[in-house]
């Protein structure tokens, strides 16, 4: 990877410098006023704890919802002890731009996005955080060891997610099995890269990040982590695997075009 290609945390944030959060969890939400509140509480009793990843701050995108996600974000956080965020978009852009204002909006050495959800716990990052370095990427799985899988979610899901992580390593590449789980830690300096060259907004940014990633010479580690299929899903089958599978191939276009490793 030319060494230009990311810029350094001195450039960027002042790397050493006082405040600088050892970790930023970016939490893109959409109609989440009803469950992010317990999720943001479950972080904040995380984070507050000393630990390798702390002082750690919380970076809300509130991708333009219409039930007051963004003020219920802020109730929670408020005096939560824990430096945080709420990005607003004034109108719903789908979850890949919402993940990309959170990234250029944090300021850690390691930037880890989780689901509003938090079908991933958030004590799943002891797995993870060893494993992440600046030059390694790692990638929470719900394929590495299923076991872990505490709660399925419908066949129907299950069959798509593999389909779609099949294509996925016939058409990109990488090895990774499931690109899909929305709990993965990033070195900050590329998290804050990606989000300025990142283009889509949908589903399938997840592996366009992982496929940038790897083109800028990163390493890619998965791993397994506990997992629980929560009702409520924001994801539409039908619309958005079709939405999913087309933006793959413009994925793949750009590898092909050599697009992803600028």
Known sequence: ????????????????????????????????????????????AYLGAPAAWTPAEIVVVDDGSSDGTAAAAERVLADAGVAHRVEHHPANRGKGAAVRTGMA???????????????TPMEELERLWPLCDDRTVVVGSRAVDRRLIERR????????????NLLVRALVGGGIHDTQCGFKLFPGELARHLARVQHLDGFAFDVELLARSRALGYGISEVGVRWRHVEASRVAPLRHSLQMFRDLFRIAAMKATGE???
């Open 1 to 44: 990877m030319p060494t230009t290609a990311v810029p350094t945390g001195e450039e960027q944030h002042g790397r050493g410098s006082a405040g600088t959060p050892e970790l930023s969890v970016v939490v893109p939400a959409y109609d989440e006023a009803g469950r992010l509140p317990a999720t943001l509480e479950r972080m904040v």
């Open 105 to 119: 909006a944090s300021r850690g050495r390691r930037v880890l996005i989780s689901d509003a959800d938090l079908a």
């Open 153 to 164: 979610q419908p066949w129907y899901r299950d069959f798509m997610g593999r389909s779609f």
């Open 260 to 262: 992803l490793g600028r």
